[in-house]
């Protein structure tokens, strides 16, 4: 029964062309992302009587949505690559512990399957790249995925174009701009500062918005600034 199942998953998978070429460590990921759920809908088949209606309608929700979800996990794969062989290799061997390849797929596949936006998982990728390779810890890794997670895509895309500085301000950023970074905590609450050119300029305005970048909104920037 288990290879039954598994072969009625198995072709929309492996045969989409957006698999192609995502290299070694690309197919030991999508092994330990796709493999547990795979395995999971077996058993769960196997354990409850009225199973086959459940996967039934898992089938039909997964046919709509595995499409744009592989694209999503292609695009975080193919970052991965990038790294020197001799990195990935040292990933590949850690991946090799049952326990930590079945972390790596369930934190994977749960935030791969919020993102809303393509350039998003390739984002994803990156940072993840910079884990595998040992540039971020852990934490920094999970704190990081959770603000692309969290953030409107371009919010993200004009704080990468960010030239630098500690803070951030009109009008080289919208007020709403300003305001979502400081909702997923890559700046301190805005503040209104007296524009100092108004009196020389009438038609300049009193006041702008700015907000200075927190601790996790510089280490976040140097990592997407090349964006």
Known sequence: MEQTQNDEFKPALVSSHALDNIGAVGTALFDAVVGPALQLLTKTAEAIPFAGVAISGIKAVYDIRHQVFLRMLTRFLKELDNAPADEIEDFLQDLKDPSYNQKVGEELILILNRLDSFDKATLLGRIFGLFMRKRIDDDSCKRYSSLVDRAYLPDLMAFARFTGGHSISEPHFSVMEIQGLALIGVVHSPVMEINDEAGNNPGAPSH??????????????ELIKHL
């Open 208 to 221: 702008y918005m700015s907000a200075g970048l927190t601790e996790v909104g510089i280490g976040f920037h």
